[in-house]
C-alpha cells in the first residue's frame, strides 16, 4: 500500500523559501505523477504542480516564476521550492499522487509571518 | 484555465435523503479527468469518484456521473458521516482546477 510522508520548515519569513519533501513508500515512484496541493483561506484548493520521473514537470503559471518541483528517484522522493514566499502563500500543503489524487501526505501548515 | 463553478454552495440535509451536487466547467473535461473529493475538519482529503471509477473503500452510496461541462456527485442514503466539504476537480488541462467546494451538513 503505497503510502506518502511529508516534511519541511513550516514557520517562514517574507521572502524566505519554502522547502517541502515528500517520501513514496510501498509502490513504485517512477511509472506515476506526483503532486502538490495547497489549501488556502483565499483560494480554496490550489493545484500547485507535479512531477514525473520521465516526464519532468508541469507547474501551475501562477506560482512558475517561483516555482521548483524536482524528483529524486535513488530516494523515492519528490520536493517543493517556493522561493519569496508572502502571507498569500501560507495554507496547508499536500503532497499526493497524481491523477484522481487517491493517495495523500499528511499535510504540512505553512505560516508566513515577520 | 479551466473554471469549475460548484452548487449550492453549502447544503442542511437529514439522514437518508440523497442528495446530487453539481459541478459546471467553463470549457468541456473528458470525463476521465474529473474527480471528487471530500474533505473533514483535520483530516486528509480522500478520493471519492473519478472518471467512472470509486476511490478505494468509499461507499456505493457515492456516484459520480456526468460529461462535457456538467458533472454531478450524488450521495444517498445521506449519514452523518458524510457531513464534509466535497470538491470537484479537473485534472485533464494544465493548470488543473478545483472548484470552490460545497458544504454539506448532516443534522
Known amino acids: 500500500q503505497v503510502q506518502l510522508q511529508q516534511w519541511g520548515a513550516g514557520l517562514l519569513k517574507p521572502s524566505e523559501t519554502l522547502s517541502l519533501t515528500c517520501a513514496v513508500s510501498g509502490g513504485s515512484f517512477k511509472i506515476y505523477y506526483w503532486s502538490w496541493i495547497r489549501q488556502t483561506p483565499g483560494k480554496g484548493l490550489e493545484w500547485i504542480g507535479e512531477v514525473n520521473q520521465s516526464a519532468g514537470s508541469k507547474y501551475n503559471p501562477s506560482l512558475k516564476s517561483r516555482l521548483t518541483i524536482s524528483a529524486d528517484p535513488s530516494k523515492n522522493q519528490f520536493s517543493l521550492r517556493l522561493t519569496s514566499v508572502t502571507a498569500a502563500d501560507a495554507g496547508l500543503y499536500y503532497c499526493?499522487?497524481?491523477?484522481?489524487?487517491?493517495?495523500w501526505g499528511q499535510g504540512t501548515t505553512v505560516t508566513v509571518s515577520s | 484555465e479551466i473554471v469549475l463553478t460548484q452548487s449550492p454552495g453549502t447544503l442542511s440535509l437529514s439522514p437518508g435523503q440523497t442528495v446530487t451536487l453539481s459541478c459546471r466547467a467553463s470549457q468541456p473535461v473528458g470525463s476521465s479527468y474529473l474527480a471528487w473529493y471530500q474533505i473533514k475538519p483535520g483530516q486528509v482529503p480522500r478520493l471519492l469518484f473519478y472518471g467512472a471509477s470509486r476511490g478505494a473503500n468509499v461507499p456505493d452510496r457515492f456516484t459520480g456521473s456526468g460529461s462535457g461541462t456538467d458533472f454531478t456527485l450524488t450521495i444517498d442514503r445521506l449519514e452523518p458521516e458524510d457531513s464534509a466539504k466535497y470538491y470537484c476537480e479537473q485534472f485533464g488541462i494544465s493548470p488543473y482546477t478545483f472548484g470552490q467546494g460545497t458544504r454539506l451538513d448532516i443534522k
Open positions: 499526493a499522487r497524481a491523477g484522481g489524487m487517491d493517495v
